[in-house]
């Protein structure tokens, strides 16, 4: 029997040896500073809290960079190429598409939407969602960021002069609050509730699927689907499906409120041109209100939950860099004069260039989606010379790319958002916060703007403080997250 057993165990390595002996290979020749144990890998190494999870994926990244850019990793029994390097990242990105099979627990947080979906559904999806993207599309959403940020900045009133704040609860509403308006036509006023049910239930799903990311055992099909976490996370994702549900249907009811201008080809309301149409509505017009609904949850948390990353490492950094927030203040003055609470409008955003190389250095540092993957369908050989074996699963550390010395210099890890001023960058692909190629992120410009905008708004009132100087204790969740909740004093100008 024991015999038996062992003979079994044997043949199964056998097997297992035989059918990855190209990736055994390659792991070999690339070497790797980190023991893989057997069976598992380097899988030991993913399992702790969130924070001891995203220092792992540092650690990969950094491994990378030390190996001209590529570090080969072992997760249980699949073989993993982590990349660090931009024209690695920028051939990756043009070659594959497919990241559905190692994204199982976060595809479930977007449903049946395009932008965790398998490359068939994606691409005619795409191609039907680029015009919600528009720049025209996207510009008629200024007066709700204004309307929403004025209404962050006296949110933050009550905290101000009165000691430390977490900006997180304020931010997180307010970016739910602006795209429940912008991608679903509903005013959510979660930020002057903040027990509103779909504020909840967002942040309960966003939470759930975060501790998924970080178990690998939620890989497999039995394991997660009897997890309580699992009803847990279906129960909120009802919750949430129910109210864009409804939200669809008041819309579909007034369709007929809706038309195109033939000649700029964007959506207007026949009842007031000057209200901007949702995305939901769009698409209802655009593709059918089976495929609005399809798309509407994922719309939702993209557009929610990156945004609000990229506010609060911001206002982090300028509360931990004075002399960046002196600046930038010398800036708003000369935009919108002395003592102005003006709101923001589109030629301001335009000339707040200082503002913008702000954002960008924050998302240099501090990407809100700090790893992406795709899946290898066939051979390809990287600009470094590596070649990525079909079968190969890859992560692309963005945290990696972005503070590459090769790209940004000795002072890769400095905040120094001057970079982004002394012309443009060498190699456009070693900024990828918002990944790159016919899959990178179609909501950069929405982003931007919802960032300048609230920023714009509240450093004119307020003056951001750090708490502390250490260095940021980080959090690994479907966004890049700050351990203290992006805990600050806010000190009043006016
Ligand atoms: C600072 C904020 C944001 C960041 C850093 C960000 C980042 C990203 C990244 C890195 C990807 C690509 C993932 C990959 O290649 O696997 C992505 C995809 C996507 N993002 Fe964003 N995003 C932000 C805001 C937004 C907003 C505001 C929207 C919508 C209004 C949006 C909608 C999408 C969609 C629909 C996709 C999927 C694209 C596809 O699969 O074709 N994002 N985002």
């Known amino acids: 029997m024991l015999f038996q057993a062992a003979l079994c165990v044997i043949l199964l390595v056998l097997m297992w040896w035989w059918r990855n002996r190209k990736f055994i290979q390659q792991y070999r020749k690339l070497g790797c500073t980190y023991t893989a144990l057997p069976i598992l890998g380097h899988a030991h190494m993913f399992i702790g809290n969130r924070e001891a999870i995203m220092n ?26 982590c990349i660090a390097d931009a024209l690695d990242c920028e051939a990756v990105l043009k070659n594959y598409f497919s990241k559905d099979k190692l994204l199982r627990m976060i ?10 979906a398998p490359v068939e559904i994606w691409k005619p999806r795409r191609r039907l969602m680029a015009p919600l993207f528009s720049v025209r599309s996207t510009n008629s959403f200024l007066g709700v960021f204004t309307r929403q940020s004025t209404r962050l900045a006296e949110q933050l009133q009550a905290a101000a ?3 430390p704040v977490a900006l997180w609860p304020f931010v997180n509403a307010f970016t739910l609050d602006t795209a429940c308006e912008t991608v679903l036509g509903v005013e959510l006023n979660s930020q002057l509730d903040n027990n509103n049910p779909l504020l909840v239930a967002v942040d309960r799903l966003v939470e759930l699927a975060g501790d998924g990311l970080t178990k690998f055992w939620y890989q497999i099909d039995f394991i997660m689907k009897n997890h309580p976490s699992y009803r847990s996370f279906m129960t909120e994702q009802a919750i949430i499906q129910q109210f864009i549900d409804e939200s669809i ?18 959506f207007f309301s026949l009842e007031d ?38 506010l609060a490492f911001t206002l982090l950094m300028l509360a931990r860099h004075p002399a960046v927030q002196d600046k930038l203040y010398q800036e708003l003055r000369e ?21 913008e190389a702000v954002v960008r250095e924050t998302l240099r540092l501090f990407p809100p989606a700090a790893n992406i993957v795709r899946e290898a369908h066939r051979d390809l050989t990287l600009p470094s010379g590596v070649e990525v074996l079909k079968g190969t699963n890859l992560i692309l550390s963005i945290w990696g790319v972005q503070r590459n010395p090769k790209y940004w210099g000795p002072d890769a890890h400095e905040f120094r958002p001057e970079r982004f001023l002394e012309g443009p960058l060498e190699h456009q692909s070693a900024f990828l916060a918002f990944s790159s190629g016919p899959r990178g992120c179609p909501g950069a410009q929405y982003a931007s703007m919802v960032t300048k905008t609230a920023a714009a708004t509240l450093l004119r009132r307020y003056r951001v403080r750090p708490l502390q100087h250490g260095p940021l204790r980080l959090l690994f969740s479907v966004t890049l997250k700050e351990i203290d909740n992006f805990t600050v004093s806010l000190q009043s100008r006016i």
């Open 107 to 116: 595809r479930l947080l977007t449903g049946d939407s395009f932008i965790f």
């Open 273 to 310: 041109e000057s209200r901007p149409v949702s995305l939901l509505e769009k698409l209802i017009q655009s593709v059918s209100a089976a495929g609005a609904r399809a798309e509407a949850l994922g719309l939702l948390l993209a557009a929610a939950g990156s945004a609000a990353a990229a």
């Open 56 to 81: 792992t994926f540092i650690k990969f990244g950094e491994e990378a960079i030390s190996r001209g850019g590529v570090a080969p990793l072992w997760l249980v029994n699949e073989y993993h190429l």
């Open 335 to 355: 935009v919108f004069g002395e003592d102005s609470a003006r709101p923001v409008t589109l030629v301001d955003l335009q000339r707040l260039k200082y503002l």
């Open 249 to 266: 249907k008041e819309k579909e009811e007034k369709s007929h409120t809706i038309a195109m201008n033939p000649n700029t080809k964007e």
């Open 161 to 163: 002069n009165q000691g």
